[in-house]
């Protein structure tokens, strides 16, 4: 401690006299450092599995290194996710500090070294943020496997590699350091003068539209040359690959345009919230702190879009494996010659497909076809299922025959869909739980920051439920702002993504992407539900009282 | 009073906020001058550019004509990196009250300077200073355990520590009672006869001003007299005829 300087001391005691402040900054990166270590437990713990299985070493680590690979991709989106939400974090808590800040530029920091302090304290954070995941990570790895152990699934033990859970913890160190970068160097310009006088509005600056246009215009460019090169591109795997990067560089530029897209929406929603103090109040927030509700919203937006984009995505691939069923199996029940039974030549197979079709025509409850060697039952109108199964067990089984029935092929195709479905949620899943942490968290110390504010509005009238409204409401426009872009652009990459491998477009699932909007929305004002307490507390005479 | 020697100074300073027709001229040619070893105290009323002419004289602010000396050194010449080893260095600020880092001990507070220049601070000074301001007990306390009063000591004690050429206040007694108020100035007034240090307040307090061995007064962005040996009475009427309606500096014809 000795050795650092002032500032850093400042800011590391600081940590360790408000760790609850810390866990709410590093709250998103712990997220992903839970996912990160836990996708390098799992991998570790999968090898060994597939070694002791099969003890082919070489395509064990081929299988291993793809599903990692796979795993990484949304670990990736993940720390990205959590990095943007650590980032508006950093800058928040340092826009109260700014007194602060500027007392130590006062009596002679430099501004590299408040910079460094800032940097720091990120590292600190980071570190605290890092291990906690990785802790929560490789417990709930050993408890989940005890768990299905006990419950008497076959699963090897876990496996324990130090190597992983300890590079999880330097990512998570390098991304909270990263994401402060911008905090750190705005602190280290804190003009001195703000030490003395009232004033600090750090954050009262609106959005520069000079700026921040042409950037955006710029991405957007990117973004459609590089989906339309996606699109031509014939291999199915480069061109994904390219629809996906275009879709990042979308993200870039929403990023970028955020601020002045949350303004727009805020102006946008104004007429609506004309009739209601506190719903005036939440618009004139969310306008005027548009670079924070920006940050949140555009992570919030990642993650639904990747939610949409799946969800389309995976519509596709369904509707084609269904249509692919239809194709393949034109009849309910398929009867075939069995190639493990005696029918070795063409003739042979023939009259073993003419004879089964001969006794399956006896039956009433069947209409029967033949297509060379196959024998294509259907169901007669109206006829008792159970009364078909019997006819066909007994009519098509034996005599070196096989029997395929549809339905079954169709019931392993949706369980394969669904555990596809299940798995893809639960990784996107990850951003979009980090997404609406960092709305909740983001809140939380914006509210801290209007405490005064809020008591003085109570003072003046607005009533307690008031308080608590205009949150929920600033909460549910901050949802609103992520929830329609993300749904809307993300079905559209979903939909460039069947076209790039392939795969015909179905209709939309509308109604589960709409549920996923209401959703968001209605699990942003949830997330905010410990602010509207907390606001709810908030004495009217708070803002007379202290100075 | 012999001619004693110039701490510091200001030369026909301007300060101008803003531009064009909606400018403001919160220093309006400004010239004046701190003996060194002297008690000088500003007033003038709200808005008359004290604050501004403390952060110009401090290397807070940078003029936008004229000069500002502390000795021989031009602050408006020197760019940010200089000015930050200026305040570091020659001077030592006291604020309102809530001016210490909360999260460093009273003690850690007073090597604030000392530690950023990294340097160790003069162990037999700190002790006197901290027993003179009567905080010897108070070091390892937190900022949010003291009181007013002993945070403004603790505060003075930061701002003495580093025998800077001149110490800037800036309401120091603002956030005050007035028994804690009253302390502070003794301490200040025993620093400045005591130990020969500079020290230059801004107050709108005729009890704090009378403590002071000049206070010079401001109106409208320009120097408006100047009073030796004040006593609440003459700075009482000294302000009466500057007037206290508090009129806003005309802004500047374009
Ligand atoms: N940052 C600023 N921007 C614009 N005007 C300012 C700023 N700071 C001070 N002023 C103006 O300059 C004038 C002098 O201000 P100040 O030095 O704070 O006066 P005092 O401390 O005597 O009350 C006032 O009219 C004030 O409105
Ligand atoms: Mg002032």
Redesign the interface.
């Known amino acids: 401690m000795r050795a650092l ?3 850093t ?3 590391v ?2 940590i360790r ?1 408000n760790p609850r402040q810390t866990v709410l900054t590093g709250l998103a990166v712990l997220v992903a450092t839970v996912f990160s270590t836990g996708s390098v437990v799992f991998t570790d713990t999968l090898r060994e599995a597939l070694l002791a299985g099969a003890p082919d070493p070489e395509s064990v680590s081929a299988t291993v290194a793809s599903v990692l690979a796979g795993l990484s991709v949304f670990v990736g989106l993940a720390l990205i996710a959590a990095t943007v939400v650590v980032g508006s974090t950093f800058r928040i808590v340092l826009a109260r500090r700014g ?2 800040l500027a ?9 590299s ?1 408040v910079t460094r302090s800032v940097l720091a304290e990120a590292a600190v954070t980071g570190l605290v943020a890092g291990v906690g995941g990785a802790v929560v990570a490789v417990v709930a790895g050993h408890l989940t496997i005890a768990v299905l152990q006990m419950s008497g699934v076959d699963v090897p033990g876990p496996v324990l590699q130090p190597a992983g859970p300890v590079g999880c913890v330097l990512l998570a160190v390098v991304a909270t350091v990263v994401a402060a970068v911008p905090s750190a160097l705005a602190a280290g310009r804190v ?3 703000v ?3 009232e004033a600090d509005g750090a954050e009262a600056r609106g959005p520069d539209a000079r700026r921040r246009v042409p950037l955006a215009v710029m991405l957007v460019v990117a973004t459609v040359a590089v989906g339309a090169r996606g699109l031509a591109v014939p291999d199915a795997l480069g061109a994904l690959g390219l629809v996906a990067l275009s879709g990042m560089v979308l993200f870039a530029a929403l990023v970028v345009a955020g601020p002045l897209l949350v303004a727009a929406a805020a102006t946008a929603l104004r007429p609506l919230a004309a009739r209601s103090a506190p719903a005036r109040l939440a618009v004139a927030n969310a306008r005027r702190v548009s670079r924070r509700t920006a940050a949140t919203t555009t992570v919030l937006a990642l993650g639904v879009g990747l939610t949409a984009a799946l969800l389309v995505g995976i519509e596709g691939a369904s509707a084609d494996a269904r249509a692919s069923i239809e194709r393949n199996y034109p009849a309910e029940v398929l009867v075939l010659p069995d190639d493990r039974a005696t029918a070795p030549d063409r003739t042979e197979r023939q009259a073993v497909a003419d004879a089964a079709a001969a006794r399956l025509a006896e039956r009433p409850e069947l209409r029967v076809r033949t297509d060379g060697t196959e024998v294509l039952v259907d169901p007669a109108p109206g006829a008792d299922p159970q009364a078909v199964r019997d006819a066909v067990a007994s009519a098509g089984d034996g005599a070196g025959t096989q029997v395929i029935w549809t339905a079954e092929r169709r019931a392993e195709t949706e369980q394969v869909l669904g555990t596809v479905r299940a798995v893809s949620t639960g990784l996107v899943g990850v951003t979009l739980v980090v997404a609406v942490l960092g709305m909740g968290v983001t809140l939380a110390l914006s509210l801290h920051e209007r405490t005064r504010e809020i008591a003085l509005l109570r003072a003046l009238g607005l009533t307690r439920s008031g308080a608590r409204y205009a949150v929920a409401a600033e909460a549910a426009i901050a949802g609103l702002v992520g929830a329609v872009p993300g749904v809307v652009l993300g079905a559209g990459y979903g939909v460039l993504g069947l076209l790039a491998v392939g795969i015909p477009v179905p209709t939309p699932p509308a109604g589960q992407l709409a549920g996923l909007g209401t959703g968001i929305v209605v699990v942003a004002v949830l997330a905010a539900a410990a602010s509207m307490r907390r606001v709810g507390r908030v004495a009217p005479a708070h803002g007379l009282a202290t ?1 | 009073m012999t001619a004693p020697r110039v701490a510091a100074a200001a030369i026909g300073l301007v300060r101008a906020y803003g531009e064009g027709r909606g400018a403001v001229r919160a220093l309006d040619g400004v010239t004046l001058w701190l003996p060194a070893g002297r008690f000088t105290a500003v007033m003038g009323p709200s808005g008359s550019g004290k ?1 501004t002419l ?2 110009c004289l ?1 290397g ?2 940078r003029p936008t004509a004229g000069q500002v000396l502390l000795g021989d050194t031009d602050l408006g010449a020197l760019g ?2 200089a000015r ?2 200026v ?3 020659r001077i030592g ?1 006291v ?10 001990s009273a003690g ?1 507070n007073i ?3 000392a ?4 340097r160790r601070p003069d162990r037999g000074w700190r002790t006197e200073l901290v027993d003179r301001l009567g905080i010897g007990d108070r070091l390892r306390h ?1 900022p949010g355990e003291l009181s007013g009063g002993q945070r403004q000591r603790v505060a003075v004690a ?1 701002a003495l520590l580093g025998r800077p050429e001149i110490v800037v206040a ?1 309401e120091p007694t603002g ?1 005050l009672d007035t028994e804690s108020g009253r302390e502070l100035l003794g301490l200040l007034r025993g620093c400045v006869d005591d130990y020969g240090q500079t020290v230059v307040m801004v107050t709108h307090d005729p009890l704090a001003a009378s403590v002071s061995d000049q206070v010079l007064l401001l109106r409208d962005g320009t120097a408006a007299g100047r009073l030796a040996d004040p006593t609440p009475g003459t700075v009482l009427s000294a302000l009466g005829e500057l007037g206290t309606g508090g009129r806003r500096p005309a802004p500047v014809p374009s």
Request: charged fraction near 25%.
């Open positions: 300087n002032p500032a001391r400042a800011a005691a600081g006299r007194r602060e007392l130590l530029r006062c009596v002679g920091a430099s501004r070294q003009p001195p003068v030490a003395l006088g100075g | 604050s403390l952060h401090a807070l602010d940010e990196a930050t080893a305040r570091r260095d600020f604020f309102q009250d809530g001016n210490l880092l909360g999260h460093l850690e090597d604030l300077a530690s950023l220049a990294g937190l930061r800036d956030a």
